[in-house]
């Protein structure tokens, strides 16, 4: 057993800034630690280029709004840059869209179609809203009447919807083509750790000696970093959460004076006012519980500590979290001691891109090859660890992207974990629909539209716990794929799926069903992103809620930037895409919207990038690569709508009663009399919905019926075909490949090379190494969850004022757990040893390819400068 831990146990870093809060110095940290910067580099490039400037050192300056490209945004990750070259290939995309709807809203606003659309407010003038009727008579006495619709779908319009959705189609081949091409502009513009990096996922509990993984992946190249993880996950949550309680305790009461008693019970040992850290937390809490100070200020104070929900908490409460800590801790030392921590996963940076290539040539297998080391006969001896295990080798993920707590996680244990989240999500997916239309029901089209609002804010919250609280995944990248996939899913189908759904079939082209659709598209575009922007609540904590703070370094906590998810913002981007085209056929202004919106989301989410939003990790373009898909299966979507909105016209469900044929003269002058009848024929109630019949389309069937008029007919049996040609295409090209595949690399690895290994070697790079960091919420600069002493400062992913500084940043620390050597420390954290590359180091690679990279976007791959003194 581990020794026990005091529950006031607990040590807080750094000293904290303790002087009075003053707002003006508040919003200098956030200006000049917090919001993102960057610095000329002279020495990169012909002419030099703008770098963005390492998190905690001094200078530089902010990055430009209105002037910084994609291109000038990679260095906050591929995943970011191709965010927002999307957002831009997208609004040029909706604006083509646009014009070729430009017939179909000037089509809808003439006299043609009706009459003008007298009483259309504003741009629902221009929609499929249809405001000529006549009263028919539904028998042979016109004992009951109907409203038939006049307003009937344009031919050219069909057709000029249908090459917009080729174009469509074509335009989204050349996206993906573009974007590919800039995804590997932009990833060999800048090297990262990643390019030289591998990670090995199965380790055995006994490999835990950096040495032997640097003796065998020797025969690939020189290792310049061996980092072996540990299962020590519950212990860096807990140490790291116990730090950040610390930290506000500190905030409350001051860093105090060092005193003279040896802490060697894990109580801090400083003094205030020649009390001890017990004592003086007693003095605040009583302080607190009698909340009759004369100071206005200090009684708003402690009702905010009370309320606990501004980042602020009494001392009481801080004193049970952190002997909830405590305990937390105690129990992970506790299960440490009994079963001791072994490696989860193995982290090994080459000094060259060669070597990190054909270590992944020589080591990558499929799944049940590396699972259950099946065909080690044909695997080379050199290259099966110890003799028996066939590793299981990919290429790493951003050093930053790294969940280092939860490097342990199996594949089986994500299985179970992400199945019982998507069973959640479809479960809360389709209650939220079902409420939707009962509430539709019971209380008319309002109630289900508020029922649509508060579930778009409150349902994604759930999503996001579920994700970041129930899923552990091992990268940032595999948490927001999963995030995006369950986003996604609810925000398609509980925005344009949903309104369909509680659409009365006669109301489609009603200006109340237009209305609705424009208000989702128009909040989607503008509103929401909007709001986001501004941030209400983060307004209040800064500029209301920061005054009531006890020190600067607690006020400074409210600026240190919202946290931002890429999930969230690829999952909007592709809802509003589907959105659009969903009911781009009813209302094509949308469209225009839609590109407006692009443009303006553009606009305010790269200020917030670079103003508001806390610095992301490096994140690679993988979600970039299946919301393309997404947006695919959005284009597929349009055409199906498209052929079920044509096929629906005019939405009335009335139809010609050709047995009956005409009315009786005197009944026809009675009905015009009684009714304002102007039709002889006599009309009957007919299904003219078509939605159910849809999975009859995708096997070859047709919509088309007798009962449409003109070339109506005509364009729904074209769209028929091309709904059937887009299924099978769909299912050839996405399923069924990515079943093919998914079986092929069950027993086969997946590497291959996108990219020229790039000569630079990784000690000349200013780049990351693989050292365990943990970020709790609260604190400005992450915890270092390793020795020290073992590697140079400057691979760190931030920068500290000292060196140090960056000890007492370490959770690998004795006055973080006092009374344990250095070996037993040793024994709880993940190790990273640093292998200085020999002098003069040329690997094999290396000599036919000594050309230096330039630096620019738009360069081809072979485009380089000669190295002086080299053999062109």
Not at 63 to 92: C, H, K, N
Request: glycine share 6%; net charge negative; charged share 20%.
């Amino acid at each position: 057993m581990a020794p026990n831990l005091p529950p006031e146990a607990g040590f807080p870093g750094l000293p904290i800034d303790d002087s009075e809060p003053v707002l003006e110095k508040a919003f200098a940290f956030y200006n000049d630690e917090i919001r993102p910067r960057r610095e000329f580099h002279s020495d990169v490039g012909v002419a030099g280029e703008w770098r963005k400037v390492e998190f905690g050192k001094p200078g530089g300056e902010l990055y430009p709004i209105w002037t910084s490209t994609p291109w000038d945004l990679r260095e906050f990750g591929l995943g970011v840059a191709m965010y927002f070259q999307t957002l831009q290939l997208l609004t040029v995309t909706f604006f083509v869209c646009g014009l070729f709807n430009c017939q179909a809203i000037n089509y809808y606003s003439s006299q043609k179609y009706s009459d003008g659309q007298p009483g259309v407010p504003g741009l629902l003038k221009g929609s499929a809203i249809c405001t000529r009727q006549d009263i028919v008579c539904l028998d042979r006495e016109c004992n009951d009447i109907g409203v038939k619709n006049l307003c009937l779908a344009g031919a050219t319009q069909a057709w000029f919807d249908l090459s917009m959705t080729l174009c469509l189609l074509g335009l989204m081949a050349v996206v993906t083509l573009v974007q590919d091409n800039v995804s590997a502009a932009l990833d060999e513009s800048i090297q990262t750790a990643q390019d030289y990096s591998v990670i090995i996922d199965d380790p055995g509990p006994e490999d835990s000696d950096p040495q032997e993984w640097f003796d065998f992946v020797a025969q690939f190249g020189h290792a310049t970093f061996v980092t072996v993880a540990k299962n020590n996950g519950p212990l860096l949550k807990a140490l790291s959460k116990r730090r950040a309680v610390m930290r506000e305790i500190i905030c409350i009461i001051g860093n105090g004076k060092a005193s003279q008693e040896e802490d060697d019970d894990g109580i801090l040992d400083m003094t205030w006012d020649g009390k001890s850290f017990l004592d003086k937390m007693d003095e605040v809490s009583m302080e607190q519980a009698a909340s009759g100070s004369a100071d206005a200020k200090k009684r708003t104070q402690v009702l905010i500590m009370k309320t606990g929900i501004f980042g602020m908490k009494t001392m009481a409460a801080w004193r049970k979290e952190l002997a909830k800590c405590n305990d937390e801790i105690q129990v992970a030392l506790d299960s440490a001691a009994e079963t001791p921590y072994v490696p989860s996963k193995v982290f090994i940076t080459f000094e060259t891109e060669a070597g990190q290539r054909k270590c992944l040539k020589a080591l990558s297998a499929g799944l049940l090859t590396a699972a259950f080391d099946i065909g080690k006969e044909k695997v080379p001896p050199e290259h099966i660890w110890k003799g028996e295990n066939v590793l299981a080798v990919k290429e790493a993920p951003e050093p930053t992207e790294v969940f280092w707590e939860d490097v342990d996680v199996t594949f089986e244990k994500r299985m179970k974990q992400q199945g019982l989240t998507l069973g959640i999500t479809v479960v809360m997916v389709f209650s939220s629909v079902g409420v939707c239309k009962l509430l539709q029901v019971l209380a008319g089209t309002a109630g289900a539209a508020l029922w649509i609002s508060i579930s778009n804010i409150l349902v994604p919250t759930v999503l996001r716990k579920l994700c970041f609280e129930v899923e552990d995944h091992v990268s940032l990248n595999d948490q927001q794929m999963s995030l995006f996939l369950k986003l996604t899913f609810f925000r398609w189908m509980n925005t344009a799926v949903v309104i369909y759904l509680i659409t009365d079939f006669d109301e489609f082209l009603t200006v109340k069903a237009m209305k609705q659709v424009q208000a989702v598209i128009f909040a989607d575009a503008v509103t929401t992103p909007l709001i986001r922007t501004l941030n209400p609540a983060t307004l209040v904590n800064q500029l209301i809620i920061s005054n009531y703070a006890m020190t600067q370094e607690k006020m400074n906590s409210y600026f240190l930037g919202d946290p931002w998810y890429p999930a969230e913002r690829y999952a909007d981007m592709t809802k509003t895409l589907f959105l659009a085209l969903f009911y781009a056929v009813l209302f094509p202004a949308g469209l225009f919207i839609t590109c407006v919106g692009y443009a303006f989301i553009y606009t305010v989410d790269k200020y917030s990038l670079l103003r508001s939003w806390r610095t992301p990790a490096e994140m690679d373009d993988d979600v970039t690569k299946v919301a393309r898909g997404h947006m695919f299966f959005g284009v597929y979507c349009h055409a199906v709508m498209s052929m079920v909105f044509f096929s629906e016209f005019p939405f009335d469900g009335i139809c010609k009663d050709t047995e009956l044929g005409e009315m009786d003269n005197h009944v026809y002058f009675y009905a015009h009399e009684q009714y304002n009848v102007t039709d002889h024929h006599i009309y009957k109630p007919c299904d003219q919905a078509v939605s159910g019949k849809i999975l009859s389309i995708m096997a070859g069937g047709s919509l088309a019926s007798d009962q449409m008029a003109g070339q109506q007919e005509r364009v729904v049996r074209v769209y028929s075909l091309l709904v059937l040609i887009l299924t099978v295409l769909l299912f050839v090209m996405f399923f069924g490949k990515g079943l093919i595949m998914t079986v092929y690399h069950l027993f086969n690895g997946k590497y291959s090379e996108d990219t020229k290994a790039n000569p630079e070697h990784f000690t000349t790079c200013d780049i990351q190494a693989f050292i365990p960091i943990y970020r709790q919420n609260g604190l400005a600069y992450p915890l270092i969850a390793a020795d020290v002493t073992t590697f140079e400062p400057k691979y760190l992913p931030f920068e500290m004022d000292r060196e140090e500084d960056y000890l007492v940043q370490s959770l690998y620390n004795k006055a973080e757990l006092p009374g344990y050597t250095d070996d037993e420390l040793k024994a709880l954290f993940s190790e990273v040893h640093y292998f200085p590359p020999p002098s003069g180091l040329v690997e094999e690679d290396d000599a036919a390819k000594k050309k230096k990279k330039k630096w620019g976007m738009g360069k081809k791959k072979g485009d380089y400068e000669e190295v002086a003194g080299e053999e062109p």
